[in-house]
């Protein structure tokens, strides 16, 4: 068994209006809002790393979980934007949580990495005991604030989230989740040289379809529909692809918790900051399913089901 | 070309824009289609046409002009 027991989050202090990114992109505040949703986003200060905000994300969370870094079995770190690629940020946010020998490993997928981390960590976690997941990303280093980068420039954001995945213990049990991986599609969104690529109409034509499609798959085989999920917590890549999403499950976006207007498009730290506002908010005990889904590089993709205990 | 009028009533539909292109301008430029009324073209093709598009399939390079929506529609026959 495997339960959610906290989530955390952290955000940089700085932000960065449509009005103030739109002359770099030679774009209109108007513009970027309604083609993503972005109302401003977060921007981390020259000092801050990839493995710093990742921390703070994690001890925002250690704290809600009332746990101590030592009672942690293994940590799990998202990111697509890391400062270095090998070691990741995993292991300096192990040392950093004072940690000389919990297994601490990276995901370097962007977008996607959380959900992934999440459904690994429910695997996991019966041997594991507590498992931390982490997506941080400083995207604003990785974008052209050009109008050349504009298409990717306009929807980036930086911040970290976390979640503390429990083998005994939490506000939801996981139920089930899937993955899938389509490598020959990969070159629609990747990060290389220290630059993010991204083919918006492909990533868009592809997610639109497969994230229903996974949500669709898990709901079924748990005798699920959608009209019966209470919240979808989506990685908050695009409004008006969430959107499409709730267009594509028959579903009422109100079910779709959203927070990109003001942090804009986190990458894999999206969908655990998501969660963490969304669990701060809510005044009772979820009623019904709720339902995890992101698609990110790779291409990468999958869905979550947590059920009310 | 043997699909373009059912193409264009698909393309017409997703748009709600009644224009028509030249067989081989561009959706995109033309103002027809944007990133999220592709996804919407390709499916109305699905649904039109009585196909079923792979996801290998899913590059805008494919869907961007009449010609080759048609060239692509004749292949899956």
Sequence with gaps: ?309 | MESEGRILKVLHKVSGKELSPGVDDSLFVSGLLDSFALTDFVTGLEEEFGVTIPDSDLSARKFDTISKVDAYLAAKK
């Design chain 1, 1 to 309: 068994m495997a339960f959610l027991r906290a989530f955390g989050s952290w955000l940089p202090p700085r932000r960065v209006s449509n009005s103030e990114l739109a002359p770099k992109v030679d774009a209109t505040p108007e513009w970027i809002l309604e083609v993503s949703g972005i109302e401003e986003r977060r921007y981390a200060a020259d000092a801050d790393t990839v493995a710093g905000i990742g921390l703070l994300a994690a001890q925002n969370c250690l704290e809600k979980a009332a746990l101590t870094a030592s009672e942690l079995g293994m940590i799990l770190v998202a990111s697509g934007s890391s400062d270095r690629f090998c070691p990741g940020p995993a292991s300096q946010i192990a040392a950093a949580l004072g940690l000389a020998s919990t297994p601490a490993l990276d995901i370097p997928v962007s977008s996607a990495g959380s959900l992934i981390g999440l459904s690994l960590a429910a695997k996991l976690a019966p041997t594991a005991g507590r498992v931390l997941v982490v997506g941080a990303e400083i995207m604003s280093r990785r974008v052209s604030l050009t109008p050349e980068g504009k298409n990717t420039a306009i929807l980036f954001g930086d911040g970290a989230g976390a979640a503390l995945v429990d083998a005994d213990t939490g506000f939801v049990r996981i139920a089930d989740s899937c993955l899938f991986t389509d490598g020959a599609s990969a070159e629609a969104l990747f990060l290389q040289d220290g630059h993010f690529h991204m083919d918006g109409s492909a990533v868009i034509l592809h997610a639109s379809r497969k994230m229903p499609r996974a949500i669709n798959e898990l709901l079924t085989r748990n005798q699920l529909v959608a009209s019966q999920v209470e919240t979808f917590l989506l990685h908050q890549a695009n409004l008006n692809l969430i959107a499409r999403v709730a267009a594509a499950l028959k579903t009422p976006q109100e079910k779709f918790f959203t927070n990109i207007a003001r942090y804009g498009n986190t990458s894999s730290a999206s969908l655990l900051i998501a969660a963490d506002e969304w669990h701060s908010g809510q005044n009772t005990a979820l009623a019904g399913p709720l339902v995890f889904s992101a698609f990110g590089s790779g291409l990468n993709w999958g869905a979550l089901l947590a059920l009310p205990l």
